[in-house]
């Protein structure tokens, strides 16, 4: 069994805890917290700390087992099923999400007359490709491609620190403190809960266990400083009221970015981080429902890996008509769908805590 | 078997592939954009790039093209031209665009749509107020084409004149969305406009009859054009909002004679507090040119001299503040914004009759630094023969 | 006796060159075969003949112990006999099934040369030659250790060709010298007249056209790798020997490292690996640029391409092309001609490539100036096949371009990725030092560290780590 080093370990969870920020998170949020999304993203954070504590209690249960493997011995066959029923169908909606999202994104942003078909179906394909390897391969890519993203991150950020007005984050928590909290719960819900998906990753896999739980931690703090400069950034730059009308108001910073002085509109270089992540991400779910639908046969492994695609990109289709109705389900829908994770961890850390106890 | 079916869905997407596809040499780079309306329908003049083959051919083409359009619509009038001109019009490289005195004066607004909305547009461009028509079809030698020439004279004429302001569409969305602010955009006029001027033969005298001249800067109320600044106003302006780089302070030292201070660094701060207004100015200066009999060796001089200069900045700044209160009654400094942000008890009180009452009779205390850091190669300032 | 020597002359279709001398020693006897194409004539007639007669009792042993050539083999089969005839061996035959095969080569290699196709400006200068014994020898000077162990194996049904596989026996990884052993083994062909073909033959040749085995001229290289826990693999008659399992980071690196300071190979590698970035990407992203994302380039220069675009008929993708093929026309015709005529090639290449084409309209300027960054990118790489594997890459990212611009050249690069990291040869995954990471190696990659901290050698190839202990900094 090939392993997994615990840096890769750490992309693959930054990727999860920071996907979001492409274009929904600050959607999201910045209409109910206004000037102070930023404290929301904080507190969002904190209280996903719950969340991460969770799954890495989780995670020490029966360390060579992934998480429907577990949830198979936790609560014997039907029941468990039942809940891997419920996670795979949670985890398919994400991925229709954020295939459409990214798509959209570069349908409007980039490629305008390209049919939305063939910017998604481009993507899953590779993402197909991707997912019948081995997970340690999905490892290596992710961390290759972190990589590149966080450097990028770093230089676009440097040369927007000329561009911050920090009085455009004044006056400071003048907005009603329960949106705040609210806009808070969102991000929560949003960018942590689906940390559950790490399990995937049977905690024997790795190779220096004992850093396992410091790595995530590590990991979920950075998640935290990227998800907080972005929004920073983002609204102390174009200030609230060029935020609120924006589409994709974290890709519009971009445009100001000068790289190295005079490498001028690389926005469409650098919102490549936007489709990485999308695409590391859209990836590791197609590889989980693939790993819990398996046979022991190798053969079909493939081919239930291209049908989750095949699959996938006719739902977002025919779901999502246009941005509008796309935009009304996040903000109405796929909150309530993605808390219903919290009642899985719940119900699966209480079995356990029962089954260590008897 | 999955690797080969895999490519045969890649193939079958590559060949349908190329929808956004546009080479160089099918589409016309736009540059600037001209904007008036006349009876409800907008006349945009379009600068397109004419691309010359770097080598010497002995005919000279013009070095860009001015197409016309109308439309009820921007968009209309912009698909107008690309049926006119054999190519595809390519908005990315948009960096002017000028508004007709006509359309500001009625709605500004009704241009924001399009260039926000559009994702091919980018909104860095800068955006300027037209006084006359048909700027764009002006010639001039240096830079070849009238956009660049535009926005290089505005960038010079930003920094070392500080009478003109670089506005983007992006400040002016953010100066329109804000309900605390005003509007303020640079304008721009031809002068002398003659029969040549939109001809090559304009670039061939050495004394050029037709040129721009980049006018002041114009308030905005609302969405409506109030009026201009004069000059000694707008550099009021752009010292209170920190856009001054360089510029010049001319002071009269003596009977008719003057002293020149440049400005080498400014920094202002409008600091609101308990229903008054504090604008700290600081000004580091290098004395340019001294017609007057100070002695500029002496450190009590100096110091007399930056006293003098101050108050005399101090003066100059209140005066232009209130000529601009009473005349336009609008707030482009952002008074009220500063008070959102640094004083939101006071801001309570004053948002709801800010330009009925406040705005006009706010208290506005002016606290003027003028440092003198240098005065030049001569040891003297006078002229020791009289 | 008789049986064997007809068995010959009927086998080689009574071959002139094989020569059957009979010779009578005390009324006994025996006959001596040789083929004279490949035997020196001079050591049999000094070495053989004389001693033989100076021998008077016509037995096996006595012969066996007064026959002066130091090296020989005894032999009991006619396929012994063959294979030695046939690798320049004389064989005495006795009359009791007892024969004897004695070392008469003539010696049809060349000298030891320089290296034609590795230049380093420091370094040794000897090159492996054709010869396998040579070329070990050329290896064991430099590892005077009885831990360089040699396995020899014999492949090629007709060639029979002597291979050898080295390593060093406490550092390289067991389970990687078995598999390579296991490999060798199972290799049944006609002939193997190069090393490529012993590495086509043991890995999956086509799932990852990157060269995962370095060939090596230098027995230098080879000892370098050997140190680090690689395996080589000699085969006769080719100079060069091939190293593996290797990882992407290798092909970076260069002989000269060696001799310079670490802060300066740093900026070296900093270039190196610039140029496989830009030989990949320049024809792609330029393509991507000028199609799709124009707002990118600043305006003037956007001006100027569209100026010398304007009479170009073709579009960006098929000039590109036209261009890419017609280097590597030229690169191919280049290594083909004689050096003579070289100069004829690089005035055409100049001239009818650059000048001509670009006055006639078919292509502009620019994409001159970029096929010429990207071709002159590639060729800082030392492994042909390196620059081979980079080409196919270059025409998918100019795809990639052609078809959705930068959204392409990224999702190529994403495919890219894929494929490199997926590929393991022998328990080292292609990407090595950089995914998975290991410190070790990353220590010897873009940046170097210090050649007194790069202490451990990778944990895929060896497990004993540990491989410098001076530490410290250098006290007086």
């Known amino acids: 069994m090939k392993k997994i080093s615990y840096l890769e370990l750490s992309s693959i969870f930054l990727v999860i805890l920071i996907t979001f920020n492409s274009g929904i998170n600050l959607f999201l949020i910045k209409n109910t917290s206004g000037i102070d999304s930023w404290l929301s993203i904080i507190i969002g954070y904190i209280i996903g700390l719950i969340f991460l504590l969770l799954t890495i209690y989780i995670s020490n249960y029966h360390k060579e087992l992934n998480l429907f493997e577990k949830n198979k011995h936790l609560f014997k066959d039907f029941i468990g099923t039942i809940i891997n029923i419920i996670i795979s169908i949670i985890f398919f909606i994400i991925a229709i999400t954020l295939l459409y999202n990214i798509s959209s994104f570069i349908n409007t942003q980039f490629l305008y007359h390209t049919p939305i078909l063939i910017t998604m179906s481009l993507l899953i394909i590779l993402s197909i490709y991707c997912a019948t390897k081995e997970i340690n391969i999905i490892a290596h890519i992710s961390l290759l491609l972190m990589a590149i993203n966080i450097i990028m991150f770093i230089l676009c950020n440097i040369s927007l620190i000329g561009n911050i007005k920090i009085d455009n984050l004044l006056p400071f928590l003048k907005t009603n403190y329960l949106n705040i909290i609210i806009s808070s719960l969102k991000i929560a819900c949003i960018n942590t809960l689906p940390i559950l998906i790490i399990l995937i990753i049977p905690k024997e896999k790795i190779t220096n266990q004992n850093k396992y739980q410091k790595s995530l931690i590590i990991t979920y703090i950075i998640g935290t400083l990227i998800s907080l400069i972005i929004t920073l950034t983002t609204i102390s730059i174009l200030g609230i009221y060029l935020t609120n009308m924006y589409e994709y108001a974290e890709y519009m910073v971009l445009k100001k970015v000068k790289l190295f002085g005079f490498l001028e509109r690389v926005e469409n270089i650098i919102s490549m981080k936007w489709i990485t992540e999308t695409y590391i991400y859209l990836t590791l779910i197609i590889y989980s429902l693939t790993k819990n639908i398996k046979k022991k046969n190798k053969n079909t492994d493939n081919c239930i890996s291209i049908i989750i695609g095949i699959v996938l990109v006719i739902t977002t289709n025919y779901v999502f008509k246009n941005i509008t109705i796309f935009n009304n389900f996040i903000k109405n829908i796929f909150i309530y769908i993605i808390a219903i994770l919290f009642i899985i961890y719940i119900l699966i850390t209480t079995k356990i805590i029962f089954t260590k106890k008897e | ?386 | 006796m008789n049986y064997i020597i007809n068995r010959l002359k009927k086998e080689t279709n009574n071959n002139e060159n094989i020569i059957i001398r009979k010779k009578s020693i005390l009324f006994k006897k025996i006959y001596i075969i040789y083929n004279e194409t490949i035997t020196s004539s001079d050591s049999i007639s000094n070495y053989i003949i004389r001693s033989l007669n100076n021998i008077y009792i016509p037995t096996y042993n006595h012969i066996l112990d007064r026959i002066s050539n130091f090296k020989y083999k005894e032999l009991t089969t006619y396929e012994d006999i063959s294979y030695y005839l046939n690798s320049g061996f004389t064989i005495i035959l006795f009359n009791n099934n007892k024969y004897i095969a004695l070392e008469t080569r003539k010696n049809l290699s060349r000298g030891i040369t320089t290296p034609t196709t590795e230049n380093a400006p420091r370094g040794a200068l000897d090159s492996f030659t054709e010869n396998i014994e040579n070329n070990i020898g050329l290896i064991k000077r430099r590892i005077k250790s009885n831990n360089l162990w040699i396995k020899n194996y014999q492949l090629g049904k007709y060639t029979k060709t002597s291979v050898s596989l080295l390593y060093i026996n406490s550092i390289a990884k067991k389970e990687i010298i078995d598999t390579v052993d296991k490999l060798l083994n199972k290799i049944n062909i006609d002939g193997i007249i190069a090393t490529g073909t012993i590495r086509n033959l043991i890995e999956k040749e086509n799932k990852n056209n990157f060269p995962n085995t370095m060939s090596a001229e230098k027995p230098y290289t080879a000892v370098k790798y050997l140190l680090q826990g690689n395996v080589v693999i000699l085969a006769d008659n080719d100079p060069f020997a091939l190293i593996m399992p290797t990882n992407i980071n290798d092909y970076f690196i260069s002989e000269e490292d060696d001799f310079n300071k670490s802060i300066n190979v740093t900026l070296t590698r900093i270039i190196r690996y610039l140029t496989f970035f830009i030989t990949l990407l320049t024809p792609g992203v330029y393509i991507a640029l000028t199609t799709y994302n124009q707002e990118i380039i600043p305006t003037e220069l956007l001006i100027s391409i569209a100026a010398q675009r304007e009479n170009v008929p073709f579009s960006t993708f098929v000039e590109a092309l036209l261009m890419m093929i017609s280097f590597d026309i030229l690169r191919e015709s280049d290594l083909k001609i004689p050096s003579f005529a070289s100069s004829a090639i690089s005035i055409v290449g100049a001239l009818i490539l650059g000048e001509a084409a670009v006055s006639a309209g078919i292509v502009s300027p620019i994409m001159i100036i970029v096929i010429a960054i990207t071709s002159v990118s590639s060729l800082t790489f030392v492994e042909p096949e390196f620059i081979n594997a980079l080409r196919l890459y270059r025409l998918l990212f100019m795809i990639g371009g052609a078809l959705f611009g930068m959204h392409g050249i990224l999702l190529v690069f994403i495919y890219m990725i894929i494929k490199l990291s997926s590929y393991d040869f022998l328990g080292v995954p292609y990407l090595t030092p950089f995914s998975p990471p290991i410190t070790a190696n990353l220590k010897d990659s873009i940046y170097k560290a210090p050649t007194r901290k790069i202490d451990r050698r990778n944990p895929q190839l060896s497990n004993n780590i540990i491989k410098n202990k001076t530490g410290g900094p250098y006290e007086e």
């Open chain 2, 1 to 386: 078997m999955k690797s080969k079916t895999l490519l045969l869905i890649v193939i079958i997407l590559l060949l349908t592939g190329c929808y956004d596809h546009k080479e160089l040499n099918k589409i016309a780079i736009l540059t600037a954009t001209e904007i008036n309306k006349n009876n409800d329908e907008f006349i945009i003049n379009a600068e397109v790039v004419n691309p010359q083959s770097p080598d010497k051919t002995t005919y000279i083409q013009a070095p860009f093209i001015i197409y016309t359009g109308k439309g009820k619509t921007i968009s209309e009038a912009y698909r107008q031209i690309k049926l006119s001109s054999s190519r595809y019009l390519y908005p990315d490289h948009l960096s002017i665009l000028i508004i007709n005195e006509k359309i500001a004066k009625e709605d500004i607004t009704e241009i924001f749509d399009f260039y926000l909305r559009n994702p091919s547009v980018r909104t860095e461009f800068n955006v300027l107020i037209g006084k006359n028509e048909d700027i764009l079809s002006l010639t001039t030698p240096i830079d070849k084409l009238s956009s660049s020439s535009i926005l290089e004279s505005i960038k010079t004429n930003n920094q070392y004149q500080g009478i003109t302001n670089l506005v983007t569409l992006d400040d002016m969305s953010i100066m329109y969305l804000n309900p605390h602010k005003e509007i303020i955009l640079p304008s721009i006029k031809i002068e002398n406009d003659n029969k040549d001027s939109d001809n090559i033969k304009n670039t061939e005298d050495t004394k050029i009859d037709s040129t721009y001249k980049l006018s002041n800067l114009a308030v905005f109320k609302g969405n409506k054009l109030q009026g201009y600044l004069t000059d000694d106003e707008s550099i009021t302006y752009n010292l209170i909002t920190n856009n001054v780089k360089n510029s010049i302070i001319t002071y009269e030292c003596d009977k008719n004679k003057y002293l020149t201070a440049e400005i080498i660094t400014s920094s202002s701060k409008i600091k609101p507090k308990n229903n008054e207004i504090n604008i700290d100015i600081n000004i580091s200066t290098v004395i340019n040119e001294s017609n007057c009999n100070i002695e500029l060796n002496n450190a009590k001089t100096i110091k007399q001299l930056e006293k003098e200069l101050s108050s005399y900045l101090k003066e100059k700044t209140e005066k232009n503040i209130n000529n601009i209160r009473k005349k336009y009654n609008s707030d482009i400094f952002g008074f009220l914004d500063e008070i959102y942000k640094h004083d939101y008890k006071t801001y309570q009180k004053v948002k709801n009759n800010w330009y009925n009452q406040e705005f006009k009779n706010i208290k506005i205390n002016i606290n003027s630094q003028i440092n003198i850091i240098g005065k030049g190669n001569i040891m003297e300032g006078n002229n020791e023969k009289n």
